[in-house]
């Protein structure tokens, strides 16, 4: 599908600033929609009014308040403003390209929808509620659903997201670089996680190839522990990393039920992802790992 102008949701946070700059490598126009305008932005007020620019070619929602926030208390008010950063935006946006010529949509989700059972999942699973984090993943998903002959739509559900400048990696970066990084909890949890440019990548891939619709993983093909990533992330540092974050001191800085995101871990494969040809950059845990060592690091797209 050729891109011209896509209007990307979210698009002033990590992952969505990030898809704006390879789409703009690619010499394709975005159009932000953001709490607050600007250039080459509208309000989500203005979406709800005037709907979607006439001339958009595609839609990408990956807005959302960040979960881990640790100045952010576990409030109902905070859970409330979680779900309605999610779900309330993506239905805006369903509405909208409804009512347009895009011709696909394309949102995030996260692989909280399959329980951290152990068990092998792939995108040809279907799993059932089982927390707030699995439900809000299902309402998620469930607001992006587009009338039949509308906008060819995707789903990508989202493992932990690696990039030197947003996320897990930039949080941790300094305790690791100063010998005091370690594994959270037991580090037995099962870790699904994806190098930010392949995260993009995939989004472009979404976003280009017409064949692509539906769910699809946005995981790596190697599976790991979370010990395994603590390792591996020390090595490329030439670090220690023996110094565990006990489950009680995440609990009570995150709550218990936020806490499990970083607790436990779902055993996830992206078997569709695979199948649509999709290739990954950053494959396996190392190759990430021994790029974030690199002490004057540039993310580049």
Same mark, same amino acid.
């Given at each position: 599908?050729?891109?011209?102008?896509?209007?990307?949701?979210?698009?002033?946070?990590?992952?969505?600033?990030?898809?704006?700059?390879? #789409?703009?490598?690619?010499?394709?126009?975005?159009?932000?929609?953001? %709490?607050?305008?600007? *250039?080459? %932005?509208?309000?989500?007020?203005?979406?709800?009014?005037?709907?979607?620019? &006439?001339?958009?070619?595609?839609?990408?929602?990956?807005?959302?308040?960040?979960?881990?926030?640790?100045?952010?208390?576990?409030?109902?008010?905070?859970?409330?403003?979680?779900?309605?950063?999610?779900?309330?935006?993506?239905?805006?946006?369903?509405?909208?390209?409804?009512?347009?010529?895009?011709?696909?949509?394309?949102?995030?989700?996260?692989?909280?929808?399959?329980?951290?059972?152990?068990?092998?999942?792939?995108?040809?699973?279907?799993?059932?509620?089982?927390?707030?984090?699995?439900?809000?993943?299902?309402?998620?998903?469930?607001?992006?659903?587009?009338?039949?002959?509308?906008? %060819?739509?995707?789903?990508? %559900?989202?493992?932990?997201?690696?990039?030197?400048?947003?996320?897990?990696?930039?949080?941790?970066?300094?305790?690791?670089?100063?010998?005091?990084?370690?594994?959270?909890?037991?580090?037995?949890?099962?870790?699904?996680?994806?190098?930010?440019?392949?995260?993009?990548?995939?989004?472009?891939?979404?976003?280009?190839?017409?064949?692509?619709?539906?769910?699809?993983?946005?995981?790596?093909?190697?599976?790991?522990?979370?010990?395994?990533?603590?390792?591996?992330?020390?090595?490329? #540092?030439?670090? *220690?990393? +023996?110094?565990? #974050?006990?489950? +009680?001191?995440? &609990?009570?800085?995150?709550?218990?039920?936020?806490?499990?995101?970083?607790?436990?871990?779902?055993?996830?494969? *992206?078997?569709?992802? #695979?199948?649509?040809?999709? &290739?990954?950059?950053?494959?396996?845990?190392?190759?990430?790992?021994?790029? +974030?060592?690199?002490?004057?690091?540039?993310?580049?797209?």
């Amino acid at each position: 599908m050729a891109l011209k102008h896509v209007v990307v949701g979210g698009g002033t946070g990590y992952i969505g600033s990030c898809i704006c700059t390879a #789409l703009h490598n690619l010499n394709v126009r975005t159009t932000v929609i953001s %709490r607050m305008p600007g *250039p080459k %932005r509208i309000t989500w007020q203005e979406l709800e009014t005037n709907g979607l620019p &006439k001339d958009t070619t595609a839609v990408i929602n990956v807005a959302g308040l960040n979960i881990l926030d640790f100045k952010q208390r576990w409030s109902p008010g905070f859970k409330q403003n979680v779900f309605n950063s999610r779900v309330k935006t993506t239905q805006e946006l369903a509405k909208a390209v409804a009512c347009s010529d895009a011709k696909a949509f394309v949102t995030i989700s996260g692989v909280a929808y399959y329980p951290p059972d152990g068990k092998d999942y792939t995108e040809n699973d279907k799993c059932e509620k089982y927390d707030f984090l699995s439900g809000l993943c299902h309402d998620w998903e469930a607001a992006a659903q587009l009338p039949k002959d509308s906008a %060819r739509q995707v789903t990508i %559900r989202s493992g932990v997201v690696l990039g030197r400048t947003g996320g897990m990696i930039q949080q941790t970066f300094l305790p690791f670089f100063f010998g005091v990084g370690g594994p959270l909890g037991s580090g037995t949890q099962y870790m699904p996680w994806i190098h930010i440019k392949d995260l993009i990548n995939l989004f472009i891939h979404a976003l280009k190839n017409e064949n692509v619709t539906g769910v699809y993983n946005g995981v790596a093909p190697e599976l790991i522990t979370n010990a395994e990533f603590t390792k591996t992330f020390a090595s490329s #540092l030439s670090r *220690p990393a +023996f110094i565990p #974050l006990p489950a +009680f001191v995440l &609990k009570a800085l995150l709550n218990e039920e936020r806490a499990k995101i970083m607790l436990e871990g779902q055993k996830v494969h *992206p078997k569709r992802v #695979l199948e649509s040809g999709f &290739k990954y950059e950053y494959p396996t845990i190392k190759e990430a790992c021994d790029q +974030f060592g690199v002490l004057f690091y540039k993310e580049e797209y």
